[in-house]
């Protein structure tokens, strides 16, 4: 997971910078980063917002004054989520830098840049930022233009805001919801309790305050983690469950039985009820096929993906995308904003509840189900090897290779993939039936097992 740090690596991975602070993330590396951002971005301000680890403060004080020193203001937003932070630089035109490790332990926190349109900036751009840091050519001010530390206290408000503007508030409001949520004492643990107090939700909240350790959870939204969560459901009480990641990018839902919902489901859910025909949805190969059955049901047209939100991103911006998402959770609505938000997820899946007056296990009974199954293992070979082999001897009715190799076979598919930061394959398995997709999954998970270089 920690980026190499050397001269001839990349730092940036698929979701920017991730490190432990004090080993990779030195304050030394972190202002370096913040005079080579400054200096690629060559703006007058730079906004920065963090989520609530434990080094937050002090990676945010190093930025800060690496960005200073090429002569830049740089706005401190404080806590906020990653698309909280993307909304004020896309209302404002301004570059930003989010200061998190998403849904990593508390030990690692990461750097994030974001574009002026709220992007996650483009893999060029990270390049050009990574040689002004390697050569360390940056910008230097003189000592009459240094630049100036400002601080805005008002960007959790205004996203709040702007997601509220974005649904039909009295119809959810109406509809009175008994909600529990979880921000994981994470970057939500202000923002997403109030927006659901404005759509007139009763609220429970656990895990609503700040705590950079993560002490009552891991901030990965997965089921394993959110014990808390699916035992006070358990009795009934609530409509729906919402739990975020640390920077509250994604959210996870919870049924009123107190049963996990993945998140390919909450896309279909979306598509079925929000898109229309001639839309277009962006989705990575790595989600259900239930996206396609939704997607035809409505005569939308899916756009299938590398793995990897700001790529979902970019490609939504080129075809003209009204929505995007990952299995993960990671939702992104066109007419918000192109990036993963946690929030707008949440308001639209409660307005979806009320204007059909359905409960989520209703709802999602009516979407197509499949069977999935995800799993990794250790691999350092080469990957062409491993491909070939797989290839070779699961006789394949078709070969998909948008991002390392998608198998389809008779009852279903399976996709093997190489990770980006880890020396591991992820193995993923796709059913109709339950028996299908273990067979599947045991199939590919022996050969990549099997192989020997
Ligand atoms: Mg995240």
């Not at 917002?49 to 020193?69: C, E, F, H, N």
């Not at 849904?103 to 974001?114: L, R, S, V």
């Not at 197509?368 to 799993?375: L, V």
Request: aromatic share 6%; hydrophobic share 35%.
């Amino acid at each position: 997971m920690q980026a190499s740090g050397n001269a001839h690596g990349r730092l940036f991975g698929t979701n920017g910078i991730r490190g432990k602070p004090n080993e990779l993330l030195t304050t030394d590396f972190v202002s370096s980063i913040g005079k080579a951002a400054a200096t690629m971005f060559l703006s007058k301000r730079i906004a920065i917002g963090r989520d609530t680890r434990t080094s937050g403060a002090m990676v945010m004080s190093a930025l800060v004054s690496g960005i200073m020193s090429t002569g830049t203001d740089a706005i401190d937003l404080g806590v906020l989520p990653t698309p909280g932070l993307q909304y004020y630089c896309l209302l404002n035109s301004l570059p930003g830098v989010m200061i998190t490790a998403s849904h990593n332990p508390a030990e690692y926190n990461g750097i994030k840049c974001i574009d002026i349109d709220g992007t996650e900036l483009s893999q060029e751009k990270e390049i050009e930022i990574e040689k002004i840091h390697f050569t360390g050519k940056y910008k230097v001010s003189g000592w009459q233009s240094v630049g100036v530390a400002l601080q805005d206290n008002t960007a959790a408000r205004t996203y709040i805001e702007a997601v509220l503007s974005k649904v039909k508030r009295d119809v959810v409001v109406s509809a009175g919801f008994r909600v529990a949520a979880d921000p994981a004492c994470g970057g939500a643990y202000y923002t997403t309790p109030f927006l659901l107090r404005e759509l007139g939700c009763s609220l429970t909240t656990i895990n609503g305050f700040p705590d950079g350790m993560f002490t009552s959870r891991n901030p990965e939204p997965r089921p394993e983690n959110l014990s808390a969560l699916l035992t006070l459901m358990k009795d009934g009480s609530y409509d729906i469950g919402i739990a975020h990641d640390g920077d509250a990018d994604r959210a996870a839902f919870v049924d009123s039985s107190g049963k996990f919902v993945e998140g390919d489901l909450i896309l279909s859910l979306l598509i079925k009820h929000r898109s229309r025909k001639g839309d277009v949805i962006v989705t990575p190969i790595s989600t259900s096929d239930s996206v396609d059955d939704s997607a035809s049901e409505v005569g939308a047209t899916v756009i299938r993906t590398k793995v990897g939100a700001p790529i979902v991103a970019r490609t939504m911006i080129d075809g003209k995308a009204s929505l995007g998402g990952e299995e993960n959770g990671g939702m992104i609505f066109g007419d918000h904003q192109y990036c993963r938000d946690g929030a707008m997820t949440v308001a639209r899946v409660l307005e979806i509840m009320a204007e059909t007056g359905k409960s989520l296990s209703e709802l999602l009974s009516e979407v197509k189900r499949y069977h999935m199954k995800k799993g990794s293992a250790h691999f350092s070979g080469k990957w062409e090897s491993l491909e070939k082999f797989i290839v070779e001897r699961s006789n394949p009715e078709r070969v998909d290779r948008t991002d390392g190799i998608k198998i389809y076979v008779k009852d279903g598919w399976a996709l093997v993939r190489k990770s980006g930061t880890e020396p591991i394959v992820r193995v993923y398995a796709h059913s109709r039936t339950e028996a299908g997709c273990t067979r599947i999954f045991s199939e590919f998970s022996s050969l990549v097992h099997d192989f020997r270089p």
